[in-house]
Nanobody, 121 residues
Framework: QEQLVESGGGLVQPGGSLRLSCEAS????????IGWFRQAPGKEREAVSC??????RYSEAVKGRFTISRDKDKKTMYLQMNSLKPEDTAIYYC????????????????RGQGTQVTVSS
């Protein structure tokens, strides 16, 4: 089964930036739509962003601060996160088909193991 691999998480101060990356274990992110969701301790998962063709979508919580993109060769997808806030602290997952934005949450998700983002002073 295809696996997605995230990287780029870490600890950052409020107002700082991080860039998350997502790659496919088989080499190419060959999905029409791919995106990110996050889950903080004790909270429900939250769709963050999605890219399909050249269309990008964002949750209201991150709009204007986060930017999603993908390489033309579709090998890597990125989430540039600026002006980070403590409430952005969560595990961030790369996910195919953008559940929570383009599809429902039900069914088998093709996603990675997640990368921890902690925003704290």
């Amino acid at each position: 089964q295809e696996q997605l691999v995230e990287s780029g998480g870490g600890l950052v101060q409020p107002g700082g930036s991080l860039r998350l990356s997502c790659e496919a274990s088989r080499g190419t992110l060959d999905y029409y739509a791919i995106g990110w969701f996050r889950q903080a301790p004790g909270k429900e998962r939250e769709a963050v962003s999605c890219i399909s063709d050249s269309t990008t979508r964002y949750s209201e919580a991150v709009k204007g601060r986060f930017t999603i993109s993908r390489d033309k060769d579709k090998k890597t997808m990125y989430l540039q996160m600026n002006s980070l806030k403590p409430e952005d602290t969560a595990i961030y997952y790369c996910v195919a088909d953008c559940p929570g934005i383009l599809t429902g949450w039900g069914g088998l998700m093709i996603r990675g193991q997640g990368t921890q983002v902690t925003v704290s002073s």
